[in-house]
């Protein structure tokens, strides 16, 4: 079975800062694994999408790397704005079922102004 | 174009009773998932469409819960005899095609409350 965990489980910083958001997963046999943002109220915003063969992406100020052997992702902020609160999730797929998504709780973010 | 969209956005209902929950997909998306999540929790993944066959509906947690889609399109999950644990938000996602490699877009989600 996979297991996703994400720490912290949430996370206030001020503007301007750099942060790094954690996932890990159990079972390394996986086909991607991508992060997505959530804002209240609201369904999920696709981030930043690694296939299991890719080590990072990249998408302006965010930064997204997967370590398969460790199960381990980072979701990397550069300089967080205000407009960065929101709760970040981790999903995987593994490649026994690519069609279902595994999810981590979230780590809720707040960027002070 | 359109995004993925649901309704109603919020229900409210009481113990016992059933309610039905929609999901209208981005057109042309022939893949369709269900998930519900907690206060506090991760997404929990419900059950997959591909067109109108359910090939995976492993996540469904008891059998007061089912889900159907027609014409490869609009889908409906139905909460029978509600309890109280069922009450979450219940997010709906579309994708293009089968396999692994697109991105799944996520409906705002219905928030349900039993009472």
């Known amino acids: 079975k996979q297991e996703v965990t994400q720490i912290p489980a949430a996370l206030s910083v001020p503007e301007g800062e750099n942060l790094v958001l954690n996932c890990s997963f159990t079972?390394?046999?996986?086909?991607?694994l991508q992060w997505f943002r959530q804002d209240p109220g609201k369904g999920l915003t696709s981030l930043l999408l690694i296939q299991s063969s890719q080590r990072e992406q990249t998408s302006g100020r965010l930064n997204a790397s997967l370590d398969k052997s460790s199960g381990r992702s980072t979701l990397y902020i550069a300089a967080s704005q205000p407009g960065d609160s929101a709760t970040y999730l981790c999903a995987v797929k593994r490649v026994y079922n690519f069609n279902k998504f595994y999810f981590g709780s979230g780590t809720k973010l707040n960027v002070k102004p | 174009g359109a995004g993925v969209s649901q309704s109603p956005s919020n229900k409210v209902t009481e113990k016992g009773k059933d309610v039905e929950l929609r999901c209208d997909p981005i057109s042309g998306h022939t893949a369709l998932y269900w998930y519900r999540q907690s206060l506090g929790q991760g997404l929990e993944f419900l059950i997959y469409f591909q067109g109108n066959s359910a090939p995976d509906k492993s996540g469904l947690p008891s059998d007061r819960f089912s889900a159907e889609r027609t014409g490869g399109s609009v889908s409906t999950l139905t909460i029978q005899r509600t309890q109280q644990e069922d009450s979450a938000v219940y997010l709906c996602?579309?994708?293009?095609?089968?396999?692994?490699?697109?991105?799944?877009?996520f409906g705002p989600g219905t928030r349900l409350l039993v009472l």
């Open positions: 079972d390394s046999a996986i086909y991607n």
């Open positions: 996602a579309s994708r293009r095609a089968s396999g692994g490699q697109e991105t799944q877009y």
